[in-house]
């Protein structure tokens, strides 16, 4: 009988720890993390370029409207920046975002320092390394995304479609921003045509997926706009339907794979002396 009682007292101390913990979370419309490549095969006026972007992004009144129309008003949101897989730096934690006083807030501690590149392009790594960042974050959202960024497949680290695949299966939605913007920065070996079709096919999953391909820097700044709206804006927000009427597609998650998830690595191991991303 003792052994019953401390079973009965155990469970009963786990459900109020549980009971709290649920309770001492802020409630807030989508968890969002916010993972941008920084890869050697973008030059540092590219770097510049997408930071930019974010900034614009987050302050516009299109994606402020989309926050405000949300159940609580508010979400919670994280930039990291990345790139082999060892390379994954939050420059900013998990902050509220509910105003346009917090969105200048939060871009103001993102362009405190400038952005920091590195070699390799480990896309399967952030993936894991932003999902680990809901645990215990302290927020409680309806939605929890990540949304990637990158200007080529994954060349170092596990295996791309089985983190996707990992992560999916948590009720964590992983959205796409491939930037095929060849041309622009440094010539990389290791760009791929084709990077709208591999982020489709092996990047993005979970509920609702979808990705946005930008053909060039200047589709950069509308595109990420665009992204964070229909992520934020609930069903039927006139916002929201206003940019799933606009140019570039959106793009939702394969049905059916056809890329060769592993293109990244082949080229990677068969490359001859050009080493630079």
Not at 234 to 245: F, L
């Amino acid at each position: 009988m003792p052994g019953f009682w401390n079973r009965f007292l155990t469970a009963a101390l786990c459900s109020a720890i549980t009971t709290e913990m649920a309770a001492a979370q802020e409630p807030v419309d989508v968890e969002l993390v916010l993972a941008v490549d920084v890869s050697l095969s973008m030059s540092p006026d590219e770097l510049v370029i997408q930071r930019d972007g974010y900034v614009a992004a987050l302050t516009d009144g299109a994606v402020l409207q989309a926050i405000a129309g949300g159940l609580h008003g508010r979400i919670a949101v994280t930039y990291v920046e990345w790139a082999g897989a060892t390379v994954q730096q939050v420059v900013v934690p998990w902050s509220v975002i509910a105003t346009a006083e917090d969105a200048r807030a939060f871009v103001a501690q993102m362009t405190a320092t400038p952005p920091r590149s590195a070699r390799r392009t480990s896309i399967s790594s952030a993936l894991e390394f932003a999902g680990s960042l809901f645990e215990n974050n302290g927020y409680r959202g309806t939605k929890r995304v990540i949304d990637v960024s990158g200007d080529g497949p994954n060349n170092q680290g596990g295996p791309v479609d089985q983190a996707r695949d990992r992560i999916a299966a948590k009720g964590i939605t992983i959205n796409g921003l491939p930037l095929m913007t060849n041309g622009g920065g440094m010539i990389s070996a290791y760009d791929i045509t084709n990077l709208d079709s591999y982020y489709t096919d092996c990047v993005i999953g979970g509920p609702g997926a979808f990705m946005i391909p930008v053909n060039g820097w200047a589709q950069f700044p509308e595109a990420i706009r665009r992204k964070l709206v229909l992520e934020l804006a609930g069903a039927g927000h006139p916002i929201r339907a206003a940019m799933e009427a606009a140019s570039p597609p959106v793009i939702e998650v394969a049905s059916t794979f056809t890329t060769d998830c592993q293109i990244g690595e082949k080229m990677w191991n068969n490359r001859g002396w050009i080493d630079i991303q």
